[in-house]
Antibody, heavy 117, light 111 residues
Framework: EVQLVQSGAEVKKPGESLKISCKSSGYSFTTYWIGWVRQMPGRGLEWMGITYPGDSETRYSPSFRGQVTISADKSISTAYLQWSSLKASDTAMYYC??????????WGQGTLVTVSS | QSVLTQPPSVSGAPGQRVTISCTGSSSNIGAGYDVHWYQQLRGTAPKLLIYGNNNRPSGVPDRFSGSKSGTSASLAISGLQAEDEADYYCQSYDNSLRVWVFGGGTKLTVL
């Protein structure tokens, strides 16, 4: 059974760094893209970027390039999303997702990130 | 401003049929890339509803159907039920951005 299990909710202050994770199981981690989707409070879904653990190729949506870093550790089948300096506007639910040619067939449960002073 | 444009809201009475449009451009839907649709119930992760323009994953009722033409796609829901009340998103690939993109989402209200 394919599962994407995300790390727990985080409460951070502006300027702090953060790395959230998405542990994959039940499939070959290195042969699928995996990515992150942001959903700000009361707003829609936004693709942030994707990475291919097999060769570490990573692509970012223009709005998120330079703002976050997406990575993966294939030795532990885990993808990451990290910020070096959080802003209040980073407050959102973040989903990891496995995109395929047939759409995103599996989603993580979501990680709520709250950034507040 | 989303790359794919959806109406913010639609509504219908139980038993009725509603459609949700998704308008793109020549770099995504018009370039021949497939459109997928997702249903997001309040407080939950999105769920794949339609893939490859008009295919239903196992377990999705045949009340849900998808279509695509030119630079647009549509999701149709027939025999509306109260549990269909949710947010719906279309998604495709954009070859100028080189990433997958979502529509802005449509809130379906069952009257």
């Amino acid at each position: 059974e394919v599962q994407l299990v995300q790390s727990g909710a985080e409460v951070k202050k502006p300027g702090e760094s953060l790395k959230i994770s998405c542990k994959s199981s039940g499939y070959s981690f290195t042969t699928y893209w995996i990515g992150w989707v942001r959903q700000m409070p009361g707003r829609g879904l936004e693709w942030m970027g994707i990475t291919y653990p097999g060769d570490s190729e990573t692509r970012y949506s223009p709005s998120f390039r330079g703002q976050v870093t997406i990575s993966a550790d294939k030795s532990i089948s885990t993808a990451y999303l990290q910020w070096s300096s959080l802003k209040a506007s980073d407050t959102a639910m973040y989903y990891c997702a496995r995109p395929t040619d047939g759409g995103v067939d599996y989603w993580g449960q979501g990680t709520l990130v709250t950034v507040s002073s | 401003q989303s790359v794919l444009t959806q109406p913010p809201s639609v509504s219908g009475a139980p038993g009725q049929r509603v459609t949700i449009s998704c308008t793109g451009s020549s770099s995504n839907i018009g370039a021949g890339y497939d459109v997928h649709w997702y249903q997001q119930l309040r407080g939950t992760a999105p769920k794949l509803l339609i893939y490859g323009n008009n295919n239903r994953p196992s377990g999705v009722p045949d009340r849900f159907s998808g279509s695509k033409s030119g630079t647009s796609a549509s999701l149709a829901i027939s025999g509306l039920q109260a549990e269909d009340e949710a947010d719906y998103y279309c998604q495709s690939y954009d070859n100028s951005l080189r990433v997958w993109v979502f529509g802005g989402g449509t809130k379906l209200t069952v009257l």
